[in-house]
């Protein structure tokens, strides 16, 4: 799967992401690795299969919080 | 042994719930939050998916409102004692539970609240005349229970809430006994915070409650500690559920929580009061015509009474009562039930009480023994 990797503060809020997106046909796949740390340390990653763009929009409507974006190495 | 106990825990729990606790030991055996391996994302969707299912069935406005604890005495403490602060003043029932009660009179012996008790009345309009008269300007919260434990009388929350918009108040509601037997809609009813046990109504197992509580992260928390997140600041997250969920979850417990609410939603919460409520008239009437059996409420009211019945054989004490029928195989609860402010209302400081508690896996069959083994007693 290639996309953008939204980093959240929780698992909660990662498996939110998830089933939100679900509801639009969009596949995601949660990581968790320190490759996705937050500034404040642990964190997860939701790895989604759509354009950022399209992710943070309804990321942002559902009022899931993120904490940053990043791409892929 | 007929278990008439399940006002302290419903017994027996469904085959699912058995099957899914198993399958928990097995098959999610790792710490949900912490770590990225396969079994603990699997695990972590487990407690997820029941989150999901109680945010549905409550109405909660978000699914990370949805907190679980050991127990609906940890949730009413984390709420009573989270959102009272130095100076409040909060209102609660004549018939709470210890556990609503408690925490109130620690804080106040503590100096840090007043607290009132509001004299539930016959009907909604007394109940609300009585609570305008004890409101304060620095009232902060009315906290109250939807149902008493050991009298079955429901307190007209609708009309308490409305009180607490008026008055700009924090509205508690302790589901103790009416989570999975009444509706509960936390929009529609203005609650602020939701506190039930996950064993009881529900069906799951003992050690689970949950807390669902509207913009949680205002708290001040009881408990600090590891929650899987932001784990280099020193200092509890902000955010929800994880500011009030330190430490490791009862997993299995949440897991088999989760397929008892699936059992209320299959049976259907109407279709569950209306056989409990069945019951617990033909056991009402059965009591009623008996000589020598005490009644302390009157016949039970669609929607105004849980399946819940205090009684006590003339000349014995609660705890007396129900000891000898758990020698003919009646499994009740005598004494005081953890509600001493109930007690004084209904006159039974005394005696105590023997109480029947009527479960979805009671029987007429069953009510029709009750009756007759009690009518034995009463010669």
């Known amino acids: 799967m290639d996309g953008p990797i939204f980093i959240v503060n929780s698992v909660t809020y990662a498996m939110r992401a998830e089933k939100v997106l679900q509801k639009f046909g969009i596949t995601s796949k949660i990581l968790r690795s320190s490759k996705y740390q937050t500034s404040s340390g642990c964190g997860y990653a939701v790895k989604v299969n759509c354009p950022e763009e399209t992710a943070a929009d309804i990321f942002n409507r559902a009022g899931i919080k993120v904490v940053s974006v990043v791409e892929e190495d | ?379």
């Open chain 2, 1 to 379: 042994m007929i278990y008439f106990d399940n006002a302290a825990t419903t017994f027996p729990k469904p085959a699912k719930v058995v099957a899914a606790v198993n399958q928990a030991m097995s098959l999610y055996g790792a710490n949900p939050g912490r770590s990225g391996h396969k079994m603990s994302l699997a695990t972590a969707e487990q407690i997820y998916n029941c989150r999901e299912k109680l945010a549905e069935l409550f109405h909660a406005n978000r699914v990370e409102d949805v907190v679980f604890t050991q127990n609906c005495t940890q949730s009413l403490n984390i709420a009573i004692k989270g959102i009272l602060r130095w100076g409040d003043h909060a209102i609660i029932s004549d018939l709470e539970h210890n556990s609503v009660l408690r925490p109130m009179e620690k804080l106040k012996n503590d100096g840090l609240i007043t607290y009132d008790i509001l004299k539930i009345g016959q009907d909604a309009a007394e109940t609300v005349a009585r609570l305008e008269k004890l409101i304060r300007p620095n009232t902060k919260l009315i906290a109250v229970t939807h149902g008493s434990n050991a009298f079955g009388i429901c307190v007209p929350i609708e009309a308490i809430s409305n009180v607490a918009k008026k008055h700009g108040c924090y509205f508690l509601v302790d589901s103790a006994q009416s989570a999975g037997v009444l509706p509960i809609d936390i929009q529609k009813l203005g609650i602020d915070f939701l506190c039930m046990p996950g064993h009881k109504g529900l069906y799951g197992p003992s050690g689970t409650g949950v807390l669902i509580a509207n913009n949680g992260e205002r708290f001040n928390t009881l408990i600090e500690g590891g929650t899987g997140s932001v784990s280099l600041s020193y200092k509890q997250p902000d955010f929800m559920p994880d500011r009030l969920e330190s430490g490791t979850l009862n997993t299995i417990g949440i897991i088999g929580l989760s397929a008892g609410i699936d059992f209320v939603n299959q049976t259907g919460l109407n279709a569950i009061y209306e056989h409990e409520f069945e019951l617990t008239n033909m056991i009402d009437s059965g009591l009623r015509n008996i000589p020598g059996v005490i009644l302390y409420t009157a016949p039970p009211r669609k929607g105004q009474n849980l399946p819940v019945i205090s009684f006590n054989l003339s000349g014995k004490k609660g705890d007396e009562t129900a000891g000898l029928l758990d020698e003919a195989g009646f499994a009740l609860r005598g004494g005081f039930h953890c509600a001493p402010l109930a007690h004084k209302k209904m006159g039974t400081l005394e005696s105590g009480t023997a109480r029947v508690s009527i479960g979805a896996f009671n029987t007429k069959i069953q009510a029709q023994a009750f009756c007759n083994i009690v009518k034995k007693f009463s010669k």
